[in-house]
């Protein structure tokens, strides 16, 4: 059964990032890091990064530098992602971060949450449900089709228009 394709534009995708931005300004945390999960998470917590001139992280070491000259004063790490689909990336994610400990706690927050899955985000802008594929505004249409076309093939006909 083929999901029917949901596109999102850029005004939304704007709209859901200053509303992800809310979530995080009110936290009680004096130091604030984002993370975003590749590659969907990562224009929203640029956007939101940016929103907020909050510390944006990309990986665990870095992280730990940043919070190194603020060791015992209460941090946070945001995990950002497009869409939570089962919850296992943001589930393992906040796991391998937690395993650091100068990280005292980790928040997650989310365009999408797809219904029925086994982690829940602390955020989330929506929920959808399963029967729905979200094309987002950074993705180039049906190059992340359901479908079997091949990449190169798209291209092509792109072009050739």
Request: with cysteine; aromatic share 10%; proline share 4%.
């Amino acid at each position: 059964m083929e999901r029917k394709k949901i596109k999102k534009n850029w005004l939304e995708f704007e709209r859901a990032c200053r509303l992800i931005a809310d979530y995080i300004e009110n936290l009680e945390h004096d130091n604030k890091y984002i993370y975003g999960i590749s590659r969907g998470g990562f224009p929203i917590a640029t956007y939101v990064s940016n929103l907020l001139n909050i510390p944006m992280v990309h990986s665990t070491q870095e992280l730990t530098d940043k919070l190194r000259p603020n060791f015992g004063n209460d941090s946070i790490l945001i995990i950002v992602d497009d869409i939570c689909d089962s919850g296992d990336t943001l589930e393992s994610k906040a796991t391998k971060f937690l395993k650091n400990p100068l990280i005292q706690c980790v928040s997650t927050a989310v365009w999408y949450h797809r219904d029925n899955n086994v982690h829940t985000p602390d955020f989330h802008v929506e929920i959808i449900p399963k029967k729905l594929w979200i094309v987002f505004p950074w993705e180039r249409g049906e190059e992340r089709s359901i479908g079997k076309k091949d990449r190169s093939e798209v291209g092509r006909e792109r072009y050739q228009k």
